[in-house]
């Protein structure tokens, strides 16, 4: 990929579910090549926040300066409305979206917090 030198770009990158730990590695070397890409994830869910390279994945991600988020109810319908072919349908959003939302926020944050494992 040739990005134009001199310039700076944003990337908004929405993902049903956060990077593995594989691909956090492309993700991060790909930054270190281009420091003139700025990098946001919004996540539906967490992949595998439980198992401990998932969760180092996810620091490294953010050690790199990525800014690393879960989606809440503006994240979705934002990605509906302007990413997905919805037939002129309004996003509804599911029971609990804004609580398992804040749930998965508060895990996120846990994980970016803790350096201990």
Same mark, same amino acid.
């Given at each position: 990929?040739?990005?134009?030198?001199?310039? +700076? #770009?944003? @990337?908004?990158? #929405?993902?049903?579910?956060s =990077?593995?730990? /594989?691909? @956090? $590695?492309? @993700?991060?070397?790909?930054?270190?090549?281009? +420091? $003139?890409v &700025?990098? !946001? !994830? %919004?996540? /539906?869910?967490?992949?595998?926040? $439980?198992?401990?390279? #998932?969760?180092? *994945?996810?620091? +490294?991600?953010?050690? /790199?300066?990525?800014? @690393? /988020?879960?989606?809440?109810? #503006? &994240? %979705?319908?934002?990605?509906?409305?302007?990413?997905?072919?919805?037939? *002129?349908?309004?996003?509804? =959003?599911?029971?609990?979206?804004? +609580?398992?939302?804040?749930?998965?926020?508060?895990?996120?944050?846990? !994980?970016?917090?803790?350096? &201990? $494992?």
């Open positions: 990929m040739l990005l134009s030198s001199g310039e +700076k #770009y944003r @990337v908004t990158w #929405y993902i049903s579910w =990077p593995c730990f /594989a691909c @956090v $590695d492309e @993700v991060v070397k790909f930054l270190r090549e281009h +420091k $003139d &700025e990098l !946001i !994830i %919004f996540a /539906a869910r967490l992949y595998h926040s $439980d198992i401990l390279q #998932y969760r180092q *994945g996810l620091r +490294k991600l953010h050690d /790199a300066g990525v800014h @690393v /988020a879960i989606m809440s109810y #503006y &994240e %979705f319908k934002h990605c509906l409305n302007d990413f997905v072919f919805h037939q *002129g349908r309004s996003f509804c =959003p599911w029971n609990d979206l804004n +609580k398992n939302s804040k749930n998965l926020s508060n895990t996120l944050e846990d !994980i970016l917090q803790n350096q &201990e $494992d």
